[in-house]
């Protein structure tokens, strides 16, 4: 017998967005966290589309965004003061604006708070996890509260969700790997700012780098480099503080709510998962800030893992889909580590010649017109481009493996809908075309082994539905996010929006079906 089918050790975003995830799918989960609560001082600041896209999957899209600034961008500036580099992405591809400031209390508490909605989801606080024994069967989970009551606890899958420290990582004899950076950054963050620019600042100035970052309700948060002879006390004064702020703006007397020294990591455990036991988020990838990933990446680790566990609980797919997790989500993490490093090489520019050169570079290459719309629609940015794991026919088509978009859909009453939000939770059938509906009506009739899937049916943005056929699940795209060929596809949509397949459909829903049947039946095998 199992106490809970997941035990989720860690109570930040990541496992509280674990939660969030296993409870919409009806996977009996337990959090636990060692401190009395969520935390209650900033941390991370930046949630992009693609973890918005999570949350809207999670259900708690709503919650989520009363607390979030959305669509901001990015503007760097010269130790003079001149402008280098605008960032301000236009592109809603998955369903969001890129670049998102939120306040990480304020997303927590509204993920806890919401959890109250999840019948099979319980958390407990004050709750330290002191020991992990996993066999080929389950995972016992030793934890102690705040009294000193011991208990054991047994699942059928532990989440390491615990962060840089992780005692889950340190409990399967992962270690991690990589750099960490001599750098230290002062970080201020501040309520009630004045300024009321909208868009980050980045000051490549070799005196004293430095980031102004906006966030909701007149938040704001500053962040500075330190160098090698300054001391962490000198700069952690708030008379010292205030001075350095009143060279940026109008927010010297703002209202400080945090201030801290820290230094930045680019690393990445050597393994991610055991037979029963996944690491997600910082016990599994530490990134420097200077990309805003970090927690970005850990809410993708969540998505992938969260279904991967769900099906096999259910006992609809096999446990070999679990081993799937490392080689899909690690190459990702890895190239936004190492976007994040280059960029931090970038802005902590060294003084002299060398700025004056590095700048100088930036702002010719601005003056390209192609270059330019490169940085600032963010396509520097690495997209996830699985290239093993639960997919098929990869060599075959650039849309397998890769994140689907989200466009609006118009449905037959002529309301306009995030293709999401008509996709439901678990595996789609979508059916691409000007056909796609009497395509749809014949693929909905086959067996494809995935419970509960769902056929959507999406037209063309210049063609009008069918009013009679396939009418239930069908919507016009548009925006042509899918383009407009004329031939009908059929994509297999993971739960976590990657495609997992792409065929040209021709008038026999059988040869595609067996496709997606001799997938899940893999997953049982091994």
């Known amino acids: ?139 016992d989970v030793h934890v102690v509260d705040v009294d000193g009551s011991e208990q054991t606890l047994r699942s059928r899958y532990v989440i390491g969700a615990d962060g840089a420290s ?31 620019f909208r868009e980050s600042k980045g000051y490549f100035d070799p005196a004293r780098p430095a980031v102004n970052l906006p966030g909701p309700d007149g938040r704001r948060r500053f962040e500075f480099m330190l160098h090698a002879h300054e001391k962490d006390a000198d700069f952690l004064d708030e008379k010292a503080i205030r001075q350095l702020l009143s060279r940026y703006g109008p927010d010297q007397d703002a209202v400080i709510v945090r201030k801290q020294v820290y230094g930045f990591h680019a690393r990445v455990a050597d393994r991610w998962q055991t037979r029963r036991i996944f690491l997600c988020g910082d016990a599994a990838h530490l990134s420097p800030p200077f990309a805003g990933q970090g927690v970005n990446s850990a809410f993708r680790d969540v998505h992938n893992i969260s279904w991967k566990i769900a099906a096999v609980v259910r006992g609809e797919m096999g446990p070999a889909l679990l081993s799937s997790y490392q080689v899909e989500r690690e190459p990702h ?122 056929v959507l049916a999406i037209v063309p943005g210049n063609y009008n539905l069918h009013r009679t056929i396939w009418t239930q699940w069908a919507g016009r795209d548009i925006n042509d996010a899918f383009g407009a060929d004329e031939k009908t596809r059929v994509l297999l949509l993971r739960p976590d929006r990657y495609v997992a397949l792409d065929a040209l459909y021709a008038d026999d829903p059988e040869p595609i079906a067996r496709t997606v049947r001799a997938l899940v039946e893999s997953t049982f095998k091994g």
């Open 333 to 454: 993490a890895r190239a936004l580590i190492d976007m994040a490093v280059k960029n931090g090489k970038h802005f902590m520019v060294k003084p002299g010649l060398h700025a004056r050169l590095a700048n100088l570079g930036t702002r010719l290459a601005m003056m390209i017109p192609s270059v330019a719309e490169h940085y600032a629609q963010m396509k520097n940015k690495p997209k996830g481009s699985y290239t093993q794991g639960f997919l098929t026919g990869l060599a075959h088509s650039e849309r397998v493996g890769r994140l689907a978009p989200q466009p609006m859909l118009e449905t037959l009453d002529r309301a306009l809908h995030p293709m999401d939000d008509l996709t439901g939770v678990g595996f789609a059938i979508l059916v691409i075309g000007i056909d796609a509906q009497e395509a749809a009506a014949k693929l909905a009739a086959v067996n494809w082994m995935l419970p509960g899937v769902r």
């Open 1 to 139: 017998m199992f106490d809970w089918d997941v035990i989720v050790v860690g109570a930040g975003p990541t496992g509280l967005t674990m939660g969030h995830l296993l409870g919409k799918m009806g996977i009996r989960t337990l959090i636990v966290e060692r401190n009395k609560e969520t935390v209650a001082q900033p941390r991370a600041v930046s949630i992009d589309d693609e973890a918005l896209r999570t949350m809207q999957a999670a259900g708690v899209l709503k919650e989520v965004l009363a607390d979030v600034a959305l669509d901001y961008g990015l503007a760097s500036f010269d130790a003079a003061g001149r402008q280098l580099q605008t960032v301000h992405p236009t592109t809603r591809e998955y369903g969001f604006p890129r670049r998102n400031a939120f306040v990480q209390p304020l997303l927590e508490a509204a993920l806890n708070k919401s959890l109250a909605n999840k019948a099979c989801v319980s958390i407990m606080f004050n709750t330290k996890c002191v020991g992990i024994t996993e066999n080929a069967e389950q995972v």
């Open 166 to 196: 992780s005692f889950v990582r340190q409990s399967i004899g992962a270690t991690l790997e990589g750099a960490t950076f001599d750098q230290r950054w002062l970080i201020i963050d501040l309520e009630n700012t004045k300024d009321r």
